[in-house]
Nanobody, 117 residues
Framework: EVQLVESGGGLVQPGGSLRLSCEASGFTFRNAVMNWVRQAPGKGLEWVATLYTSTSLAYLPESVKGRFTISADNAKNTVYLQMNSLRSEDTAVYYC??????????WGQGTQVTVSS
């Protein structure tokens, strides 16, 4: 079965940085499509980043482009989300999500990111 385990969340001040990790197992990671999705308090799910692990092709929305970077280490079956210049509106639970046929088919448990002074 697919397993996705996020880590690296925590409390950070505005302008600070965090690096999230997602350790994956149960599928062929080297040709997967991986995503980060977040849910802020009282809000719906918001797509944050997509990575094609076979080519390292990445997509990010304008809301985080220039601040966030998605990457992977295929040898470690791990996808990362480097978050810089964090803002209070980045506060959310961040989920690692596997994609198949343009649909989210597997989710991690999530890791809390809180941006506050």
């Amino acid at each position: 079965e697919v397993q996705l385990v996020e880590s690296g969340g925590g409390l950070v001040q505005p302008g600070g940085s965090l690096r999230l990790s997602c350790e994956a197992s149960g599928f062929t990671f080297r040709n997967a499509v991986m995503n980060w999705v977040r849910q802020a308090p009282g809000k719906g799910l918001e797509w944050v980043a997509t990575l094609y692990t076979s080519t390292s092709l990445a997509y990010l929305p304008e809301s985080v482009k220039g601040r966030f970077t998605i990457s992977a280490d295929n040898a470690k079956n791990t996808v990362y989300l480097q978050m810089n210049s964090l803002r209070s509106e980045d506060t959310a639970v961040y989920y690692c999500v596997k994609e198949s046929d343009l649909s989210y088919d597997s989710w991690g448990q999530g890791t809390q990111v809180t941006v506050s002074s």
